[in-house]
Nanobody
Framework: QVQLVESGGGLAQPGGSLRLSCAAS????????MGWYRQAPGKQRELVAT???????NYADSVKGRFTISRDTAKNTVYLQMNSLKPEDTAVYYC??????????????WGQGTQVTVSS
């Protein structure tokens, strides 16, 4: 069994910052890539940022220059530093990991989501 547990969401003012964390635990053989996605009310889930095993990153155009994804491979944890937040960043943020579990099976796992609200 594999679990992804997110933390760090909450309320921020426009221009403010938040840092999200996501820790993967359980029967994990290896983790390939990890990333963050978000879903605003009435909208489809969209990619925010991803990071591969070798540290290569990819960002949605809407967050480039404001958000930074990083990863601690020893702790199976991925972070999302969000600066210069805008009201349109308001959404539920989900962590994702593509990994090989203890049974050597590749699967994609999702966290439960953490709410980020940007409002004055």
């Amino acid at each position: 069994q594999v679990q992804l547990v997110e933390s760090g969401g909450g309320l921020a003012q426009p221009g403010g910052s938040l840092r999200l964390s996501c820790a993967a635990s359980g029967s994990i053989f290896s983790i390939n890539g990890m990333g963050w996605y978000r879903q605003a009310p009435g909208k489809q889930r969209e990619l925010v940022a991803t990071i591969t095993n070798d540290g290569s990153t990819n960002y949605a155009d809407s967050v480039k220059g404001r958000f930074t994804i990083s990863r601690d491979t020893a702790k199976n944890t991925v972070y999302l530093q969000m600066n210069s937040l805008k009201p349109e960043d308001t959404a539920v943020y989900y962590c994702n990991a593509g990994l090989i579990d203890g049974w050597k099976s590749f699967s994609s796992y999702w966290g439960q989501g953490t709410q980020v609200t940007v409002s004055s």
